[in-house]
């Protein structure tokens, strides 16, 4: 069973501060970390593996520190670790992402594909299922939790106020949520391993089959227009009141608001 687990490296959104007058992202000396959903869907992987025997690989696409993602998924103990990079992918939205790295998947063996849900970065929550898409592949989100059964996966997907049960036959993609698992830590000897024995291969865009305006910036019919905090909510009302008059209060309210 071949498992590819695609991972961002993503800003410490804890640590993340606007630039006041571009409205973007300041980036430098924020630490960078594998996004919590990417990370909950490594762990899958790796549990599949110690499980069925599986192989897994990580791919990311991303600037060339992106290494440092891809050195701590091997740590904890992927087998083998890709980079997409190139100038050529830069200012790529979602659909020219998901068309970069589907381009890259396309050279790989795989019966099962594991992306985060979305990115703290951006929290679309599109990537995973385009990617599907281009390949032609089915695709479950919102994956609770996920079981082999031979050549299929039956997965508890997540819904609102209750879950679904989806029985889906690979190759298939899957998007994990945070609340998938605990992720590992790592190992002294699998840090040592990934940094000392093994190597993460490097894929540019001379080694994808895909047209230059379906990818970096000309592939993007999407732009950031502005970024900014979320303000904060004003203080609420304080009423000390009996059951009935509290209850004939809210209803007031509600209705001044013409929400009822």
């Known amino acids: ?87 050529a992918f830069g200012g790529a939205d979602t659909l020219a992402t998901s068309t970069t790295i589907a381009a890259a998947l396309k050279n790989l063996d795989f019966d099962l594909i594991i992306t985060g849900r979305q990115a703290i970065d951006g929290d679309t929550a599109q990537v995973g299922p385009q990617i599907a898409e281009h390949l032609g592949i089915p695709n479950v989100s919102y994956a609770e939790e996920i079981k082999v059964e031979g050549n299929s996966l039956v997965v508890k997907r997540q819904y609102e106020d209750r879950y679904h049960t989806i029985k889906v036959q690979m190759p298939c993609l899957i998007t994990a949520l945070s609340e998938l698992n605990q992720p590992r830590y790592m190992t002294p000897g699998g840090i040592f391993d990934a940094y000392r024995e093994k190597e993460v291969k490097v894929i540019t865009r001379a080694d994808l089959t895909v047209d230059d305006t379906s990818i970096g910036l000309k592939g993007s019919p999407t732009r950031v227009w502005q970024t900014f905090t979320k303000s904060l909510k004003a203080a609420g009302t304080l009423v000390q009141l009996d059951a009935e008059d509290s209850a004939e209060y809210m209803l007031d309210r509600l209705k001044e608001k013409f929400i009822i």
């Open 1 to 87: 069973m071949n498992i590819v687990v695609c991972i961002k490296q993503v800003p410490n959104t804890n640590e993340v501060k606007l630039d006041p007058v571009t409205g973007t992202l300041i980036r430098e000396g924020v630490p960078s970390i594998i996004n919590p959903d990417d990370k909950a869907g490594l762990e899958a992987a790796l549990r599949l593996k110690d499980a069925e025997g599986a192989h897994v690989t990580v791919l990311t696409m991303g600037p060339p520190q992106a290494d440092a993602a891809l050195r701590e998924a091997l740590a904890m103990g992927a087998d083998e670790a890709i980079l997409v990079t190139d100038r």
